[in-house]
């Protein structure tokens, strides 16, 4: 079993950063991908970034390319979401989500076992 936890979520205006951080614990050894996710109100979770564990390959939506980087610290068991300039359609509650297979779709929420309890992040203009 895998537990994650998120962090650093808050309020900041249009323009502005945030580091998110997503901590495991448990079999952290076993994952294999760990990603973020956003869901604002009344609409679908979205997938933004994935980080593979073993080769620190990536992958992210169109929509926080070149704004967001993913990145890892696997001694310390912990991702991390660098978002830069932020925009108020950025606000909703960011998850971390992961898993220990290959072969699968990385934006798709069914393809993660592993799922924290969010945090919130706004954004004003």
């Known amino acids: 079993q895998v537990q994650l936890m998120e962090s650093g979520g808050g309020s900041v205006q249009a323009g502005g950063s945030l580091r998110l951080s997503c901590a495991a614990s448990?079999?952290?050894?076993?994952?294999?991908?760990v990603a973020w996710f956003r869901q604002a109100p009344a609409k679908e979770r979205e997938g933004l970034a994935v980080?593979?564990?073993?080769?620190?390959?990536?992958s992210y939506a169109a929509s926080v390319e070149g704004r967001f980087t993913i990145s890892q610290d696997i001694p310390k068991s912990i991702v991390h979401l660098e978002m830069n300039n932020l925009k108020p359609e950025d606000t909703a509650v960011y998850y971390c989500?992961?898993?220990?297979?290959?072969?699968?779709?990385?934006?798709?929420?069914?393809?993660?076992?592993?799922w924290g309890r969010g945090t919130q992040v706004t954004v004003s203009s």
């Open positions: 989500a992961a898993n220990t297979l290959a072969g699968f779709i990385w934006a798709r929420s069914d393809s993660y076992n592993y």
């Open positions: 448990g079999n952290s050894g076993s994952l294999f991908a």
């Open positions: 980080i593979y564990r073993p080769t620190g390959g990536t």
